[in-house]
C-alpha cells in the first residue's frame, strides 16, 4: 500500500467524524486525477481498521484490504474485456446492482461496510441512476466513497447527497518526495519537468515517465511547425502514437494541449516562464515564433471538437492526428 504524502488535515477530520459517529455515509473526493485520492481513500480505512480490529488481527486485515478481497470492502472500477483484452469504457449498471446485495449481507464480525468507486466519472448513466438509489437509501454501516477526477461530471443529484472533499494538486515539496519514494534514477531536472507538464499529479508524472511518452514532447513541437501536413515526418508521427492505448493517448493529448496552450500564450506577449520550474519549457520561446496564433486556435479548436468524439465512438487514432496536422478550414 502507498504511503499518504499530504491532505494529513483531510484525513484527521473524516477520521474523527467517523469515530465520534458522526460521518455523512457518502463522501465525494474530487481533485486532479493521479494526485493520490485513491491513496487517500485506502489509507484512511486502513487507520479505521486499524482502530478497530484487534493487534494480533491488524496484519490479516490490512493485506485483504491490499488485496481487495476483505469481505467488508467493494472497490468499484472499469471491468477488464477478456475478449477485446481491454479495459472497458464505463462502470456498468450490473456492477452497481450487485452492491444492493453486498449492503443487505451481514457484515463480517459486525465491522462496517465501505464502498469505493474509482472513478464515479466512469459510471454509466443507467448505472448513476443506480448508484443514486443507493445513495437515497443510506444505511448506517455502510460508508460509499466516490472518487471523481472531473467532478462536473457526476449528476448533480448524487453530488448533492454527498460530503464534498476537494483536493488541491500537491506542491513540488510533496510532488518531489512522492517521485523519489517511487522511481530510481530520476535527477532534479526531470522531476521539475515532469512537474511543470502534469501540473502536479504524481500519478500523471509516472504514467509519462513509465509509458515513455515523455519523449514525445520534442516530438510534438517538430511537428506543430512543420508546414506539410503529409510529410514524412508527420506521416511517421501519426502511425507512431496511433498505437497509444487510449489512456496513453489521452495523456499525449494532454501533453499537446499543454504545449498548444503556453504557445498560445506567448504568442500574445505572456510570460510563462515564472510559473514553471523545468529549463525544457523555455524550448517553447524557439517554437512560439515559428508557429502563428491562428494556427494555434485551429489546433486547439481541433481537439476542443473532436476530442470527445475520438473516445466515445472509438474513432480511428491515426485519423484523427492526421486530421490535427492537415489544413483546418472551419
Given at each position: 500500500?502507498?504511503?499518504?504524502?499530504?491532505?494529513?488535515?483531510?484525513?484527521k477530520?473524516?477520521?474523527?467524524?467517523?469515530?465520534?459517529?458522526?460521518?455523512?455515509?457518502?463522501?465525494?473526493?474530487?481533485?486532479?486525477?493521479?494526485?493520490?485520492?485513491k491513496?487517500?481513500?485506502f489509507?484512511?480505512i486502513?487507520?479505521?481498521?486499524?482502530?478497530?480490529?484487534n493487534?494480533?488481527?491488524i496484519?490479516?486485515?490490512?493485506n485483504?484490504i491490499?488485496n481487495?478481497?476483505?469481505?467488508?470492502i467493494?472497490?468499484?472500477?472499469?471491468?477488464?474485456?477478456?475478449?477485446?483484452?481491454?479495459?472497458?469504457?464505463?462502470?456498468?449498471?450490473?456492477?452497481?446492482?450487485?452492491?444492493?446485495?453486498?449492503?443487505?449481507?451481514?457484515?463480517?464480525?459486525?465491522?462496517?461496510?465501505?464502498?469505493?468507486?474509482?472513478?464515479?466519472?466512469?459510471?454509466?448513466?443507467?448505472?448513476?441512476?443506480?448508484?443514486?438509489?443507493?445513495?437515497?437509501?443510506?444505511?448506517?454501516?455502510?460508508?460509499?466513497?466516490?472518487?471523481?477526477?472531473?467532478?462536473?461530471?457526476?449528476?448533480?443529484?448524487?453530488r448533492?447527497?454527498?460530503?464534498?472533499?476537494?483536493f488541491k494538486?500537491?506542491?513540488?515539496?510533496?510532488?518531489?518526495l512522492?517521485?523519489?519514494?517511487?522511481?530510481?534514477?530520476?535527477n532534479?531536472?526531470?522531476?521539475?519537468f515532469?512537474?511543470?507538464?502534469?501540473?502536479?499529479?504524481?500519478?500523471?508524472?509516472?504514467?509519462?515517465?513509465?509509458?515513455?511518452?515523455?519523449e514525445?514532447y520534442?516530438?510534438i513541437?517538430?511537428?506543430?511547425?512543420?508546414?506539410?501536413?503529409?510529410?514524412?515526418?508527420?506521416?511517421?508521427?501519426?502511425?507512431?502514437?496511433?498505437?497509444?492505448?487510449?489512456?496513453?493517448?489521452?495523456?499525449?493529448?494532454?501533453?499537446?494541449k499543454?504545449?498548444?496552450?503556453?504557445?498560445?500564450?506567448?504568442?500574445?506577449?505572456?510570460?510563462?516562464?515564472d510559473?514553471?520550474?523545468?529549463?525544457?519549457?523555455?524550448?517553447?520561446?524557439?517554437?512560439?515564433?515559428?508557429?502563428?496564433?491562428?494556427?494555434?486556435?485551429?489546433?486547439?479548436?481541433?481537439?476542443?471538437?473532436?476530442?470527445n468524439?475520438?473516445?466515445?465512438?472509438n474513432?480511428?487514432?491515426?485519423l484523427?492526428?492526421?486530421?490535427?496536422?492537415?489544413?483546418?478550414d472551419?
Open positions: 500500500m502507498n504511503n499518504l504524502v499530504g491532505f494529513s488535515n483531510k484525513k477530520i473524516i477520521l474523527e467524524n467517523y469515530f465520534n459517529k458522526n460521518l455523512h455515509n457518502s463522501l465525494i473526493f474530487s481533485g486532479l486525477k493521479g494526485i493520490g485520492k491513496t487517500f481513500v489509507d484512511v486502513n487507520e479505521i481498521f486499524s482502530r478497530s480490529v493487534k494480533n488481527q496484519t490479516h486485515h490490512l485483504l491490499k481487495h478481497t476483505h469481505p467488508n467493494r472497490y468499484i472500477k472499469k471491468d477488464y474485456d477478456v475478449k477485446l483484452n481491454k479495459e472497458k469504457n464505463i462502470i456498468s449498471i450490473e456492477q452497481i446492482r450487485k452492491l444492493k446485495t453486498f449492503i443487505n449481507e451481514s457484515s463480517f464480525d459486525g465491522f462496517n461496510k465501505f464502498i469505493i468507486i474509482d472513478s464515479s466519472d466512469d459510471l454509466s448513466i443507467s448505472a448513476s441512476n443506480s448508484l443514486l438509489k443507493i445513495l437515497e437509501e443510506p444505511k448506517n454501516n455502510t460508508y460509499i466513497f466516490l472518487i471523481s477526477h472531473q467532478f462536473s461530471s457526476l449528476l448533480p443529484t448524487i448533492s447527497r454527498c460530503l464534498k472533499f476537494k494538486n500537491h506542491n513540488f515539496d510533496n510532488f518531489n512522492i517521485l523519489t519514494q517511487k522511481t530510481n534514477e530520476i532534479d531536472e526531470e522531476i521539475k515532469l512537474f511543470d507538464l502534469s501540473n502536479g499529479s504524481p500519478g500523471l508524472a509516472l504514467s509519462l515517465r513509465d509509458e515513455k511518452i515523455l514525445l520534442n516530438e513541437l517538430d511537428t506543430l511547425v512543420d508546414n506539410d501536413p503529409i510529410s514524412i515526418n508527420n506521416l511517421e508521427f501519426s502511425n507512431k502514437v496511433s498505437h497509444l492505448s487510449n489512456d496513453e493517448f489521452k495523456i499525449f493529448l494532454s501533453i499537446l499543454f504545449i498548444l496552450i503556453n504557445l498560445n500564450k506567448l504568442n500574445h506577449g505572456i510570460n510563462i516562464f510559473q514553471y520550474l523545468s529549463n525544457k519549457i523555455s524550448l517553447l520561446n524557439d517554437y512560439a515564433s515559428k508557429i502563428s496564433k491562428n494556427f494555434i486556435i485551429k489546433k486547439l479548436e481541433y481537439l476542443i471538437n473532436n476530442e468524439d475520438l473516445f466515445i465512438y474513432l480511428d487514432k491515426k484523427f492526428v492526421l486530421n490535427f496536422f492537415a489544413e483546418i472551419n
